[in-house]
């Protein structure tokens, strides 16, 4: 079993940054891969963000904003997000795999339990 715990969410401005945070407890943390998602009110769960094979792939909403970034010896990984846009306001979730995954959310094994952004005019 595999907790996830989003934290760093929080009411900001157009324009601000922000930086979640995901601790994940367990062991082989290194060998996931880790996706960051959001939903917002009446929409579906979508993609933003995944570290896999050692590589990132952003979905072209956040791409030039966004950053995802890990930090093994923490358990810990991180999305640093600049240049908020009201459109961005969402629950953002984290997300672990234990195989190669994607964008879908049918490839993730595990999930944090949200932290809200919002994001004012």
């Known amino acids: 079993q595999v907790q996830l715990v989003e934290s760093g969410g929080g009411l900001v401005q157009a324009g601000d940054s922000l930086r979640l945070s995901c601790a994940a407890s367990g062991r082989a943390f290194s060998t996931y891969v880790m996706g960051w998602f959001r939903q917002a009110p009446g929409k579906v769960r979508e993609f933003v963000v995944n570290w896999s094979g050692g590589s990132t792939n952003y979905a072209d909403s956040v791409k030039g904003r966004f950053t995802i970034s890990r930090d093994n010896a923490k358990n810990t990984v991180y999305l640093q997000m600049s240049s908020l846009k009201p459109e961005d306001t969402a629950v953002y979730y984290c997300?672990?795999?234990?195989?190669?995954?994607?964008?879908?959310?049918?490839?993730?094994?595990?999930w944090g339990q949200g932290t809200q952004v919002t994001v004012s005019s």
């Open positions: 997300a672990a795999s234990r195989r190669l995954a994607f964008s879908s959310i049918g490839e993730y094994d595990y």
